[in-house]
């Protein structure tokens, strides 16, 4: 799916982490099939070691032999599979996820209807950039599987209305300035853990309200509906691992999707 520096902390270089990546596809033989972002340059160089078929997907090229996307439509080789305008879930990630999806499901024998059917009714993973509820015209999303920066910024670029958001966690020394050309849409931001004052720095920088949580999500929940006004999206995609405050990331998603769900 892609390479991006994360997971430092424990395998302390970058080529030990692209290492332990392509032992996906160490054992895979002729008989054995590779499916591969195609628009990443690292992993398209990495997979040239494999000894499977390769099959490539992409969100910015027409592919012969592959999964791609134009302006509106995804296509499996020539073959029409879904508008886009048809498709459940949000973000520009997870349409890299659906064309890696749909080829996966063409190379195992589905059908177009069937992939149809699931694209136009599945609404997402758990802790994966996950809709809550609709709450008085506000859209609360469950990404609490957002341990990095990456993650944070693309579900950030999922959306285009006015958004307050659920940050922080465990310190891992790094900075957040990555995060600053993706708030542009965010008011506000509720702040929590061990890196909550780097991230109550970065709001100022950007412009936005930030508030500090010193309790749980649940105080963060409340906090940020309070603040919120019809239309607004909020939004828990921490930047950060959880282990601070929690055991992991489902333990952090999912008492935010109990607070949603018992606001007062």
């Known amino acids: 799916m892609n390479i991006y520096e994360a997971h430092l902390d424990y395998h302390k270089t970058l080529k030990n982490y692209q290492q332990a990546k392509c032992n996906i596809f160490a054992n895979q033989t002729s008989d054995d099939f590779l499916v591969y972002n195609a628009d990443d340059p690292t992993v398209s160089n990495a ?27 995804i296509y499996f080789k020539d073959e029409k599979i879904i508008d886009k305008k048809d498709i459940v879930l949000v973000g520009s990630h ?16 589905a059908t177009n209807e069937g992939i149809y059917k699931v694209l136009s009714t599945f609404s997402g993973v758990k802790h994966r950039l996950q809709f809550v509820a609709n709450k008085d015209k506000r ?4 990404d609490s599987k957002a341990t990095n920066i990456l993650a944070t910024q693309k579900a950030l670029s999922s959306f285009s209305k ?14 957040f300035e990555e995060l600053l050309p993706y708030l542009k849409n965010v008011k506000a931001m509720i702040v929590f853990g061990q890196t909550a004052e780097k991230l109550k720095q970065l709001a100022e920088t950007a412009g936005s309200k930030a508030i500090e949580i010193k309790g749980n999500l649940t105080e963060a929940v409340q ?5 919120s006004e019809e239309g607004d999206v909020i939004l828990l995609s921490p930047a950060c691992a959880s282990w601070d405050q929690y055991r992991t990331f489902e333990e952090r998603g999912d008492m935010f999707i109990h607070a949603v769900h018992t606001l007062m």
């Open 162 to 175: 006015p958004t307050i958001l659920l940050a922080g966690g465990l310190d891992r020394g790094n900075g």
């Open 139 to 142: 859209m609360f999303y469950n």
């Open 223 to 227: 906090t940020a509906y309070d603040l």
């Open 94 to 109: 997870n349409l890299e996820n659906i064309l890696a999806a749909v080829c996966a499901s063409k190379l195992c024998g």
């Open 47 to 73: 997979i040239k070691r494999a000894n499977s078929q390769t099959i490539p997907f992409s969100v910015k090229h027409r592919l012969v032999d592959g999964v791609w996307t134009d302006n509106s439509t």
